[in-house]
């Protein structure tokens, strides 16, 4: 165990910087590989999008964004994703203009107070969020276009004089991108090209991103628009957009990726789809008993693994070799599911301050209960380290965000001489491999002075009590307490009569195996589940 790491970055790599730069390589290296591929709405039909056909399309925007008299203007996005939602973003970005992403699920006020604080003066719109575009615009005098009609912009730009690419600061903001407020008031996050940039390309030295993927995570947030978007683009391979989530198995199974960047909610959830579909065709035992099989022989390799499940294995399309999983704890069971399988899961560890990958478990050195090893670039330290050698983990290097948008208090508060602190506990190993604790401000403090994680116990509820569908566990008049919603597919599918009293039941046995201290002392149940943020995190100070 270490308190601190640095990774350098080896001296053979070459990185780009910028988005334009990303787009040529793509020209000069595989000019025949689709960049994107995807299901137009309008008449259902499939359509893909080459390198040098994209960066035209973007080039003939800049001279129509230009035309419209912006130039380092605040344009902001609300729509599903799609195509046309990235190729707007590109577009804003590379005409030197700075992208504010709004988030789809927010309610009105929230929006609000985003377009507000962001001094956005455009709103790029799907026309299924009209209603509140409108209302934005009438709040704070926007210019709208829909983007639905993005294309019919860059055929108008055609028409103009070409005045050259447009040229752009890599270090200038880019992006602003505001925290989901899971623990207070939202903060607009300042990104560089090279910041997004460089950031993907540090992450693609630690494991093998490369394979055609389904985009599958919201890209206003900055690990579906970096990791899951950009990795796949500067690896040279195919994004396929899904635009619904109706549509996820769908699309998974007719794109057939290699590869897959989803939240650890996604994996569970794919997971759970596979053993039901395993039941539903009658072979789920036939399966198990294989896989048994191949755990007692332990020397099974994953190539061969995924033969001998080729044909279940149809489900995820047939070529799914890795999931890339973050922005939560890793189910453990999902991840030794897909492991039997010849399907690695490789969990990361990121934050939208640092644009946003820290950490990443490489292949061939994967450790499921770290969040991986460290980046190159970055020097991570633990800060104020206590007995154990847990502390809060803090980052420095060129992924590091420029600072919180007009909010100097927050700066001085998150930035120190460069180290940014990411509000997280933990620790690094001798290799490098970082591992996370819980959030700092969430730590229950006893009366006896020591420190409960509750993210920790939360994660071992979740592993031993499959009833429990999600929980909260706090301190209640200095009891450690858990709210527990119960996992009512779970309670069905095995006939439970009482679940209060099955959680109560694996609590005890839980406790039994916990330190006194953390033990809990009272278990509370509510019959709707949690408030939580569009990405699927509990809303604690709710």
Not at 101 to 119: A, C, Q
Not at 293 to 315: C, H, I, P, T, Y
Not at 343 to 360: D, F, K, M, Q, R
Request: aromatic share 10%; proline share 4%; hydrophobic share 40%.
């Amino acid at each position: 165990m270490k308190d601190h790491t640095f990774i350098p970055v080896p001296e053979n790599k070459k990185t780009a910087f910028d988005y334009r730069t990303v787009i040529l390589n793509r020209i000069k290296e595989v000019p025949e590989v689709p960049m994107f591929s995807f299901t137009e709405n309008e008449n259902g039909q499939k359509r893909e999008v080459f390198p040098d056909a994209f960066l035209h399309t973007i080039d003939n925007l800049g001279r129509w964004f230009s035309k419209q008299g912006c130039k380092r203007s605040h344009i902001a996005i609300l729509g599903d994703n799609s195509y046309e939602w990235i190729l707007t973003m590109f577009a804003v970005i590379m005409s030197d203009n700075v992208l504010v992403t709004l988030d789809k699920g927010l309610e009105l006020p929230s929006l609000d107070f985003i377009v507000k604080k962001s001094r956005s003066s455009v709103l790029f719109y799907s026309k299924v969020f009209a209603e509140k575009a409108e209302a934005l615009a009438k709040a704070y005098d926007l210019v709208l276009y829909r983007l639905e009609d993005i294309e019919k912009y860059a055929a108008q730009g055609e028409s103009l004089p070409d005045t050259g690419a447009i040229e752009t600061d890599p270090d200038a903001p880019a992006i602003l991108m505001y925290t989901s407020g899971t623990t207070g008031e939202p903060k607009g996050v300042m990104l560089s090209q090279r910041n997004t940039v460089g950031n993907i390309h540090y992450a693609a030295m630690n494991t093998d991103f490369t394979g055609n993927s389904v985009y599958l995570l919201p890209l206003n947030h900055i690990y579906g628009l970096g990791s899951a978007l950009l990795i796949t683009i500067i690896s040279n391979n195919t994004v396929t957009v899904n635009s619904n989530m109706r549509y996820m198995m769908s699309d998974i199974q007719a794109a057939k990726p290699d590869i897959l960047f989803i939240v650890p909610l996604f994996v569970q959830t794919l997971y759970a789809g596979f053993r039901r579909f395993l039941k539903a065709k009658g072979v789920d035992a036939m399966i198990d008993t294989m896989i048994e099989e191949n755990r007692q022989k332990g020397n099974v390799s994953d190539e061969e693994k995924r033969e001998m499940f080729a044909d279940v294995l149809a489900f995820f399309g047939g070529r799914l070799t890795r999931i890339v999983s973050g922005g939560a704890p890793l189910d453990m069971d999902s991840y030794r599911g897909f492991r039997d399988l010849g399907i690695t899961v490789l969990n990361g560890y990121g934050i939208t301050e640092c644009s946003p990958v820290l950490a990443v478990n490489p292949i061939d050195n994967n450790i499921p209960e770290s969040v991986g090893k460290v980046i190159p670039s970055l020097e991570i330290r633990i800060e104020d380290p206590d007995e154990d050698g847990y502390g809060e983990i803090c980052a420095k290097g060129p992924t590091v965000m420029l600072g919180y948008f007009e909010n100097e208090e927050e700066n001085k508060k998150a930035l120190t001489d460069g180290w940014f602190h990411t509000g997280d506990k933990g620790w690094i190993d001798d290799e490098d491999h970082l591992y996370v604790c819980g959030r700092i401000k969430n730590l229950i403090i006893l009366a006896n002075g020591e420190n409960v994680s509750p993210e920790e116990i939360e994660s071992m509820i979740y592993q031993k009590i499959k009833a429990v569908g999600e929980v909260v566990v706090y301190d209640k008049n200095s009891k450690i307490t858990a709210q527990v919603f119960i996992n009512e597919d779970y309670v069905r599918e095995n006939g439970i009569d009482d679940p209060q009293q099955t959680v109560k039941d694996g609590i005890y046995n839980l406790n039994l195996k916990l330190a006194v201290y953390k033990r809990i002392n009272e278990v509370e149940f509510r019959d709707t589940p949690f408030e939580k943020t569009t990405s699927k995190k509990i809303k604690r100070r709710m």
